[in-house]
Structure formats: structure tokens, C-alpha cells
């Protein structure tokens, strides 16, 4: 039947692009694939020829399909990347990349730009980076801060005069927001800056030569020994150029590899001819072909991550979509480059080697991975009797200690991996004193009451929920399910003593082997709930106490105290902070800081 109807939706598919979502038996999104004729693409699949493992594997999977009409190819290839994104489906091959990489930033739109670190790119000054090779961010912005003496700190600069910080005293600031010094002399200072961070260190290395002999002369060996740290972290900086690479090529290099069960994506960066460095990404995934599997990669990397100028990769692509979508994302043109001789071949030829030593190198833990994460899930479906696989796991746990500062916390595991974007925090509202059962109940009627609105979207259904708990637990829950009517979610209750689940189905507890992965990967979801709650409990245990605590230290008014807290956060920051992190906090002056960090010191 299902075969019959499959047939008859082939031959309805439009010769136009778009986007084919795959389905299996539960309904599940399984593949997202983008198509510059639909007809032709979705066809192949179902063609009798010899197929690769995975896309078999896939394709014996598949009850059902649709598809979106796009008016382009380009625009089939963002809505693919989005459909990806939200279904994250077993068959695509997936950034599961939570990793963001610093960047150093000159905040060129202010009057007297300062300098930070940031892992956020935005259009408002200018970026150097990434770095991702072991360098030290902060190591940097302080030779810049040391040799050009350009302000780390956002003070905003008034007309009245403010008081000059401990870093003028220290000769690391000309102090404009004391008017200290002219706009003119500072812009001197900032496109030196911009020139040292861009790759010119010879200046930078011969001033900081003259200083480290400058106090080891003066025996002051500890500043010397900081010194030479600098300069060497500068020569490993110089030692990453590519002589033959031009100073103005951003560029990164992609190279993909797969042995059919197994796809290693690998990317190398370069940034003004510098080799920033290189990251290798893996997946047992991977049903498309490997210039579609490629494309559809790189589209979700450059989602989140800054896009270069130039897109170095030797395997045949969808060119013209995956450039409108790279000119749409960076705001101007990228060139996709497939280079047959020179450095760029190079780079190529290194990237495609990386791809082949990881795959070849790492087939056991990513066997191992897949053990614990995805299989792990399956042997839960037949363990625990689950009606369907628990794609999307959410874990519930409450933190408090005496009815006080009450939190909960929801985690949330894709295909038996921590999602970490997924996860969110509550603040319990309405239970009065310690009632874990109460709390657990407003938590998931909270949440739960977000499926079928609008907020789906952002909260989608789970497969399975799971209680940090035991029957008590389970049973509170379950008066929530009723009153929600979300009889379709599974759930089940791990008790921690003796690590027994609890479900619905029986008034038995089901015992795993403690050595089964299906046990061990409800375990790092339930302690992963649990520290999350803990750590949020703790974060506002302590705002709440900071006031309080602050209150003791003479010329600490109302005022100071939310400067404060609104600088540091938590009263942990504030007793480790130096009085000079301390001056950053507005009002807080050198005398009082010193009184403050005494103070703290003395506890």
C-alpha cells in the first residue's frame, strides 16, 4: 500500500526546485535534500540501481515524503538549511559544532575605540580572527594595550571629565575619558593597532625585546619571564604565515571524506595569509552524494560562523545557489574557488589529508560515539517498550535548599547528544515552601503548554521526557500529562539510589545492566539536568545575598552595589576581581577598590 502510494506522489513531483523532506513510519523527519528539479532528484532515490550504505539504508527507511516548491535554487538551499536546523535529521549530515572561536575587536565606531575579545560577530568595527590554534586572545589585546596603550575598557566617554582608572597610572591607558588625550594622537594609536593585529609584529616584537632586558637588567626577573612569554607567543604568530599566500587572502579550505558508513568534513582558515588554524568534523551520517552532503555542510557552518572572502574546495558543488546564499549571509560577494596549482592547492591537498588521517584514525570512537549516543537510543525504545525512538529526550530536575531561591531546569538530548541551545531554566512562581512534586508540576505545565502555540517552534515535542526521581515523582508528572492531554510523549523516572527506571506501564521498576549504554546515557541526561538546576540556583542564591554582603564595606552605597552587580554578576566575581578589574565598575575608584579587594581579603 504504502509502496503504491509512494509511486503515485513520484509522478506528481514538479520539474522546478525546491526542497523533499523524507519521512519514516512514525512520521519522523529522516532527510532534508534540496533539488534544482525536483522530479529528477527525489527520483533517483527510488531507482533500482546500486546505491552507497547509507543512502540505502535510508531509503528503506522512507514511508513517506513531501516537498516545498522554492523559486530558486538559492532560496532551496537556505530553506533546506533552516529544515535541518529545526527536524535535525539522522540521514543529513549535521554541525553538531557548539564551539564559537574568539575574535579580537577594535570597536572602530566609537570616538576612542577600545579593544576586546568577543565570539560574536557583529557589523559594527572591525574583527581579527578566528583564532583556534591554542593562541590567547587576551594575551594579545594586552601587548596591544601595553606597547600603543589603547583603552580595554567600554567607559563611555562624557563631556564632564571622569576620574582617570588605575590603567592610566599604569601607563596602559592616555585616559581620553578624562580628556587626557586628543582624538587626533589617539587615532595615531588605533591604526597601529589595526596594522599589529593584521600580522605585523616586527615592531611589536623589537619593543617588547627592549623591555624584557630592560628589567631583567633591573633584576625584575618575574615582568622579564612575562615578557619573553609574549615574544615567543608573537614568533608562533609569525610562523603561521604563509609566505606565498597573499597578506590580503582570507580564505578557508574545505575537503570532505567518507568510506560509506563514515563522512569526515575538514576546514582549514586563513586570515590575512596567517593560518589560523584547522577543525575536522565527522558524522555517521550522510546520504546525499559528497558535493551535495559538502554544500549543504558549508551552509549550516556559515549559519553561525563568520564567511571569509574566498571558499576554497575541489568537490563540484552547487555553485550558483551556494553563492547567493554566502553574498546574502556576509552583506558582498565570495568567491568559491577550486584551484588546480599554487598555495590554494595546496591548502587543498592539506585539508583533503586531514579528512582522510581522521576518518581512517577515528572509525572506533566514532563507533564508540554512536554506541553511546544514537544505538543507545534504539536499545532504550526496546528496553523500556517506548512507542517511538526518543529522537528529542528532555530531562527535569529542581534545585533549592529549604523552599528558598526554588529553580528548575530542562535539558534536552538529540539522538542521545546534549543539545545545549535547547536547554532551558525556571524560576518556580506559584509553591510556596520546599515542594519538589509541586515544582516539578509547574515546570511541565509551563512547558508543556507551549506545544500547539506558536511557540512550538522554538519548544518542539519530545519523544520521551524523563523525571530525575522516582515514583512520587513520576506520578506528579503524570497528573500534569493527563491535564495537558500529552498522552502521546513517554515518561519515565530515573531513581538515583539504585538507578532503577520507572514507567507508566508497569508498577515494577525495569532494571538496565549498569553497563548497558541505554542506562549510561539516561544517567548523563539526568546529572546533566541536575547540574544545570544547581548551577542556576547557585547564580541567583548569590545576586540575591550580594547586596547584603556588599553592605558592610564603608563608601559602598545603594548605588555602587548595583554598579556592582550589574558589572560582575555574582559576589564569587567580585571577591576574585584585582581592584583594577574593580575600577571598571562605574563609580568604583582606585582608593575604593583597594578597600574593597582588602576586604574581601580579610574574610
Known amino acids: 500500500m504504502a509502496e503504491n502510494i509512494l509511486r503515485e506522489k513520484l509522478k506528481l513531483l514538479p520539474d522546478c526546485p525546491g526542497v523533499y523532506i523524507m519521512l519514516d513510519s512514525d512520521g519522523a523527519v529522516i532527510y532534508v535534500g534540496k533539488a534544482r528539479v525536483l522530479k529528477n532528484r527525489v527520483r533517483q532515490y527510488f531507482h533500482s540501481s546500486e546505491k552507497p550504505i547509507k543512502v540505502q539504508a535510508m531509503v528503506e527507511s522512507i514511508a513517506d515524503f513531501y516537498y516545498i516548491v522554492a523559486p530558486t535554487e538559492a532560496d532551496a538551499l537556505a530553506l533546506e538549511n533552516n529544515l535541518i536546523k529545526k527536524y535535525k535529521p539522522k540521514y543529513n549530515i549535521l554541525l553538531k559544532d557548539d564551539k564559537t572561536y574568539p575574535y579580537i575587536k577594535v570597536h572602530t565606531r566609537e570616538e576612542f575605540p577600545h579593544i576586546s575579545v568577543t565570539r560574536r560577530i557583529k557589523k559594527d568595527g572591525r574583527y581579527f580572527g578566528p583564532f583556534m590554534g591554542g593562541v590567547n586572545c587576551k594575551e594579545i589585546v594586552d601587548i596591544a594595550a601595553m606597547v600603543y596603550n589603547i583603552r580595554t575598557c567600554s567607559t563611555a566617554i562624557k563631556e564632564k571629565a571622569a576620574k582617570p582608572c588605575l590603567n592610566y597610572h599604569l601607563g596602559r591607558c592616555p585616559a581620553p575619558c578624562a580628556h587626557l588625550c586628543t582624538r587626533e594622537a589617539y587615532a595615531e594609536r588605533v591604526e597601529k593597532v589595526l596594522s599589529f593585529l593584521a600580522g605585523n609584529y616586527e615592531e611589536e616584537e623589537e ?227 520546599a515542594n519538589d512534586f509541586a515544582s516539578l508540576q509547574e515546570v511541565l505545565r509551563r512547558r508543556l503548554a507551549k506545544l ?79 547540574r544545570f538546576a544547581v548551577s542556576y540556583f547557585r547564580n541567583i542564591h548569590s545576586k540575591r545575598n550580594l547586596a547584603s554582603v556588599l553592605e558592610e564595606i564603608e563608601g559602598v552605597g545603594k548605588k555602587k552595589r548595583l554598579a556592582l552587580m550589574e558589572k560582575f554578576g555574582t559576589i564569587d566575581k567580585i571577591m576574585h576581581a584585582s581592584a583594577e578589574e574593580l575600577c571598571t565598575a562605574e563609580g568604583i575608584g582606585e582608593e575604593l577598590a583597594v578597600r574593597i579587594k582588602t576586604y574581601f581579603e580579610n574574610l
Open 207 to 433: 619593543l617588547l625585546t627592549e623591555m624584557m632586558k630592560a628589567f631583567a637588567a633591573e633584576e625584575q626577573f618575574e615582568l622579564a619571564l612575562d615578557y619573553r612569554n609574549k615574544i615567543q607567543m608573537l614568533s608562533a604568530l609569525k610562523k603561521r604565515r604563509i609566505t606565498s599566500m597573499p597578506k590580503d587572502v582570507d580564505a578557508d579550505v574545505w575537503a570532505i571524506e567518507t568510506n560509506g558508513l563514515y563522512t569526515a568534513v575538514s576546514l582549514l582558515v586563513t586570515r590575512k595569509g596567517i593560518m589560523q588554524g584547522s577543525r575536522t568534523f565527522h558524522s555517521d551520517a550522510g546520504a546525499g552524494e559528497r558535493g551535495e552532503a559538502l554544500t549543504s555542510f558549508i551552509t549550516q557552518y556559515y549559519s553561525a560562523h563568520e564567511t571569509p572572502h574566498e571558499v576554497i574546495l575541489d568537490e563540484t558543488v552547487d555553485e550558483e545557489a551556494l553563492e547567493a546564499f554566502l553574498r546574502e549571509r556576509a552583506g558582498r560577494n565570495v568567491e568559491l574557488v577550486h584551484p588546480k596549482f599554487g598555495v590554494r592547492k595546496e591548502l587543498l591537498d592539506m585539508a583533503a589529508a586531514n579528512a582522510k588521517d581522521y576518518l581512517e584514525k577515528s572509525v572506533s570512537s566514532i563507533e564508540h560515539r554512536d554506541d553511546m549516543t544514537v544505538r543507545a537510543c534504539e536499545k532504550l525504545k526496546t528496553v523500556l517498550s517506548l512507542r517511538r525512538y526518543p529522537k528529542r529526550m528532555e530531562c527535569y530536575d529542581i534545585s533549592d535548599i529549604s523552599g528558598v531561591d526554588k529553580v528548575g531546569s530542562m535539558v534536552v538530548f538529540t539522538d542521545g547528544e546534549a543539545d545545549k541551545y535547547e536547554y532551558r531554566r525556571f524560576r518556580i512562581k506559584t509553591v510556596e515552601g
Open 452 to 530: 500547539g502555540t506558536d511557540e512550538e517552534e522554538r519548544f518542539p515535542r519530545p519523544q520521551l521526557i524523563v523525571i530525575d526521581g522516582g515514583k512520587g515523582q513520576l506520578s506528579a508528572v503524570k497528573e500534569i500529562f493527563d491535564e495537558m492531554n500529552v498522552g502521546d510523549i513517554d515518561l519515565v523516572a530515573l531513581a538515583k539510589q539504585e538507578e532503577e527506571v520507572f514507567t507508566l506501564e508497569s508498577h515494577e521498576s525495569v532494571k538496565i545492566d549498569r553497563h548497558d549504554y541505554s542506562l549510561k546515557m539516561l544517567q548523563r541526561i539526568r546529572d546533566e539536568a541536575h
